[in-house]
């Protein structure tokens, strides 16, 4: 038996151990985005580095270190924070009926909880029951279940069963994060698993639109999470854009800070190329950490989490014949609606909610939906060429289902 086998077997108890599944391999692939990560057997890492961030040396003896480390001289701050952040994150598999594909996510809690994105566990809407296995920094191979899937944020929770302990995420504040701060993304691009790539925050409060995840649309191999742009339901997430190389493969991983600490949940590329497949152009999206601690928590304690409802529609507001919106326009009020309880009217335009600029409708539509049911926000709108700030209690989006 070889030294890998060994430590494996040592490592993850005999039930967990699971056989190559060839009908599975053979299945049709479907590669997701995800962060990356770096490991290696055995490594020996040193020295302040960074910012002011650090790394005790110390030496993995039964289990491969995370990230290699040839010489520690010349460490830097990406080798400190993959160091800190790879143990935390996971290679996922997942196989329906029909598909099966690959993408990442991190670990919630140390008795297994893990997050991911929610095209991830559905294959990008094709499977209700998946089989899902997950696979961490150092090989330990396990299945999991899934607790939940939100598919208004593209996350999901899948939980692992087992007398094992692992290194949660630690979560940062993505209210604090700064255009050019600097960011490590961690995950499993093209299916490599522990890939570590950095760059920078490029922007804050992005808005795109993506296929639902509930909505099966495999034109692009991102499991319908490319820019939306035709067949399906679309839906509309609120995100930091990093330059920070992501590819196919890079879904549900981590985009962490200097220290290691998450800041976004990797959820989608723009690609230059009509398919979808050009790879990475240098334009990433990631969820917030706050907006996916949110999600996650909801989903762990009630198996669903909840988003607000402003109760009115909207279309995009232009000024004059301009190409650029500048707002959302109210154009029908839901009686008895958050919006009409807070005194908006048809023909208002929104333009912040909570201080930040809404220069869209999708923009107006994600900034509630990130909000939980019941959440008091500020809206502001211009009314008669006059800014108004109204106070509105969101409602309760499921409402629209029921």
Known sequence: MSDYNRQFLFDAPAAQVQKPNFKQKMAKRTTFLTGTAAITLGALVGGAVGAGVGITAFTYYTRPAPVVVNNTQTVNWVTA???IASPSVVTLSVAGARSAGNGSGVFLSADGYVLTNAHVVTLGGESSDP?????????????AAIVGVDATNDLAVVKIETAASFTPIEFADSNSVNVGDSVVAIGAPLGLSNTVTNGIVSALNRTIQVASAEVPNNSDGFGGLQFFTGSGRAISLKVIQTDA??????SGGALVNQNGQLVGINVAIASAGSSGQSGNIGVGFAIPSNTAKRIADEIIETGAASHGLLGAAVTDAADGQSTFTTGAEVRELTSGGAAEKAGLLVGDIVIALN???ITSASELTAAVRNEPAGATVTVTVIRDGKEIDLTAVLGNAADLEN
């Open 81 to 83: 924070a993959a160091t």
């Open 131 to 143: 089989v899902v296995e997950v696979k961490t920094f150092d090989g330990r191979i396990y299945q």
């Open 245 to 250: 190389a992501i590819n196919p493969g890079n």
């Open 355 to 357: 201080g930040e600029t």
